[in-house]
């Protein structure tokens, strides 16, 4: 049975929900008038708080017996949406608002490993989900969303947004829902294939966490110069509406790589891909410093379709590659994790580097940058298999 277009859904709908409140987020917070720095605390806590969440519930998914990953979903869901809901009550307190879109943001970042992993436990018991090509769905459903979303907050206001994310966030519940339970024999569970704990899984899988630590550098400078992005572009004379123009760019060059992945990867191996990534990364850092018009910034954001667009596919095909079925949950987690917390430290100190002006900011993403590639390139290619 073929459940691509039913993943491709959640992927659109949790792309579309997820992108659009955690590319917004500074613009929603300065627009309620909470200073940048405490901004970048907010979302690092964000951050932090999936990171650590991540793995806790990919522990459980990977021991339970039973199938719950989608319950998993809508349940997180469900609190994802309720927080959209709690922001709209008049008179609610500044600080108490900024808390629940936190909260929104950590939930729907705690779902990416559980949503990746749906896509391998389905092909495991005999269904066909061609991740890739789901994936690339998502990450159009981010381009329509930063630049619908981006249009909206010009148009009609900040308050609209917040109802445009909960609408698309009750879809993908509704979605979730019509997924197929897979029994628990078709899961290929065996008492003989015992999942590590988490520590074990830090000393078993050495060269795995130094190339995590490398993700975790490029989602450091990718989250900040995402998240201030709108600073980026008020400098250069810019507002809202230019931001979503700018991410619409990245998602439309980065949906049909990461759509025709499966494709690409016959010609490359997924840690090769991986370091294509890394430059491209480093090569955009330096672009942004230098970038003296929105039009440069335009054709940065180009640049996508050789780092995230790579990066994002790549980094689920080589966890499963290099973590065994038995922690195959995990591994997807911590990759998810390790790619969350670089974006939450990216996020603290690009609030704090405002201080200093962004030029300092983009300097300091030119070195996260670097440190990342320098990481990816040292430990793709090794294996902690005995």
Same mark, same amino acid.
């Given at each position: 049975m073929n459940l691509t277009y039913r993943y491709s859904a959640i992927q659109f709908t949790h792309w579309a929900s997820s992108t659009g409140a955690a590319v917004f987020a500074t613009t929603y917070l300065l627009d309620k008038g909470i200073h940048s720095g405490v901004v970048g605390v907010l979302l690092a806590l964000a951050g932090i708080c999936s990171c650590l969440t991540q793995p806790v519930l990919a522990s459980f998914a990977d021991r339970t017996e039973k199938f719950v990953l989608t319950q998993m979903m809508i349940i997180?869901? #469900?609190?994802?949406?309720?927080?959209?809901?709690? %922001?709209?009550? !008049?008179?609610? !307190?500044?600080?108490?608002? #900024? /808390?629940?879109?936190?909260?929104? &943001?950590?939930s729907s970042d705690a779902m990416v490993p559980l949503l990746n992993s749906i896509s391998v436990a389905y092909n495991d018991a005999g269904y066909f989900v061609n991740y890739g090509a789901a994936r690339g769905v998502g990450a159009v459903a981010s381009a329509v969303s930063s630049l619908i979303v981006g249009w909206v907050i010009a148009k009609f206001g900040i308050t609209w947004m917040l109802i445009?994310?909960?609408?698309v966030r009750l879809e993908s519940m509704i979605v979730l829902v019509g997924f197929p339970q897979i029994e628990q024999s078709r899961?290929?569970?065996?008492?003989?294939?015992?999942?590590?704990?988490?520590?074990?899984?830090?000393?078993?899988?050495?060269?795995?966490?130094?190339?995590?630590?490398? &993700?975790?550098?490029?989602?450091?400078?990718?989250?900040?110069?995402?998240?201030?992005?709108?600073?980026?572009?008020?400098?250069?004379?810019?507002?809202?509406?230019?931001v979503g123009i700018a991410l619409f760019i990245e998602g439309a060059v980065a949906a049909p790589a990461i759509f025709f992945?499966?494709? &690409?990867?016959?010609?490359?191996?997924?840690?090769?891909?991986?370091?294509?990534?890394?430059?491209?990364?480093?090569?955009?850092?330096?672009?942004?410093?230098?970038?003296?018009?929105?039009?440069?910034?335009?054709?940065?954001?180009?640049? %996508?379709?050789?780092?995230?667009?790579?990066?994002?596919?790549?980094?689920?095909?080589?966890?499963?590659?290099?973590?065994?079925?038995?922690?195959? &949950?995990?591994? %997807?987690?911590?990759?998810?994790?390790?790619?969350?917390?670089?974006?939450?430290?990216?996020?603290?100190?690009?609030?704090?580097?405002?201080?200093?002006?962004?030029? #300092?900011?983009?300097?300091?993403?030119? /070195?996260?940058?670097?440190?990342?590639?320098?990481? /990816?390139?040292? #430990?793709?290619t090794k294996s902690d298999f005995s």
């Open positions: 997180m869901s #469900a609190l994802c949406g309720v927080c959209f809901i709690l %922001q709209l009550i !008049p008179g609610i !307190p500044v600080m108490l608002m #900024a /808390v629940f879109y936190m909260v929104s &943001i950590w445009l994310l909960l609408a899961l290929l569970v065996r008492e003989e294939q015992k999942s590590l704990s988490i520590y074990e899984f830090f000393i078993h899988y050495r060269w795995y966490c130094i190339s995590l630590l490398g &993700i975790a550098f490029l989602g450091m400078f990718h989250a900040m110069t995402e998240n201030y992005l709108i600073v980026i572009m008020n400098a250069l004379g810019g507002n809202s509406s230019h992945y499966y494709k &690409i990867r016959k010609l490359s191996s997924d840690t090769n891909l991986l370091k294509v990534a890394a430059v491209s990364f480093l090569i955009k850092a330096v672009g942004f410093y230098f970038a003296g018009n929105i039009t440069t910034v335009y054709l940065l954001e180009v640049l %996508q379709i050789s780092s995230y667009a790579l990066l994002a596919p790549a980094q689920v095909y080589y966890a499963k590659e290099k973590v065994k079925a038995n922690d195959m &949950i995990k591994g %997807q987690a911590f990759m998810t994790a390790a790619y969350a917390l670089g974006c939450s430290a990216g996020n603290f100190a690009g609030g704090q580097l405002l201080n200093w002006g962004v030029s #300092a900011m983009l300097m300091a993403g030119i /070195v996260m940058a670097f440190i990342g590639t320098v990481l /990816v390139f040292a #430990a793709v």
